[in-house]
């Protein structure tokens, strides 16, 4: 069992709660607070999670911010009393996530589980491909592999298109997903 002076004495993921809107201004007051106080060294990381997502504004794609948890702060440091001290000198209503009067560590799986899915999804985003209706696009997979289809629909949030396809002489409406479908070379 952890004692008070053992999780003081090592680097813990705590989660900061704060005003929502707020979070990247806390960011950066608690470095400076902490580089003020000389106590940069105590602390590793402070983590504001965002994802980027595209939207469609105006037919053009636009790529956008979204904090994955609004209202918090997860920074992970060597919790001390002058590190709290710092931490409190903090604007924005600034308080630890704790169980009780102690601030409670999160464990760093939890972390990496919240941080390695926003990479995750970050490197989708990133390989994503932006598409228009009316443009051509290449099946890549499924029954109609190497096949040319015309966009009808997007579906941003599941990230599917619905595509026709001309089968037999008869144009029919096919649902796929970003990643089984490629631009190609023509364009539009």
């Known amino acids: 069992m952890n004692s008070e002076s053992d999780i003081m004495s090592k680097r813990n993921w705590y989660i900061l709660n704060t005003t ?33 997502m595209q939207h469609i504004r105006r037919g053009k794609p636009v790529k956008v911010d979204k904090k994955v948890l609004p209202g918090y702060v997860m920074i992970k440091l060597l919790l001390n009393d002058d590190a709290l001290a710092a931490i409190d000198s903090v604007s924005y209503s600034v308080r630890f996530l704790s169980g009780g009067n102690q601030p409670k560590p999160v464990p ?18 990133e ?29 941003m949030v599941e990230k599917k298109l619905k595509v026709s396809v ?22 539009a």
């Open 166 to 187: 001309s089968i037999f002489g008869r144009d029919s409406l096919v649902t796929l997903s970003f990643n089984h479908v490629k631009k190609t070379k023509g364009g």
């Open 108 to 125: 760093e799986s939890e972390v990496n589980r919240v941080l390695g899915k926003i990479q995750k999804e970050k490197e989708e985003g």
């Open 127 to 155: 390989a994503m491909q932006v598409f228009v209706v009316g443009e051509l696009v290449e099946i890549l997979d499924g029954p109609f592999t190497g096949f040319i289809a015309l966009v009808e629909q997007i579906d």
């Open 20 to 52: 929502v809107g707020q979070e990247n201004k806390v960011k950066e007051e608690i470095e400076r607070a902490f580089y003020a106080r000389g106590l940069d060294e105590l602390v590793d990381e402070i983590v504001v999670p965002t994802e980027s």
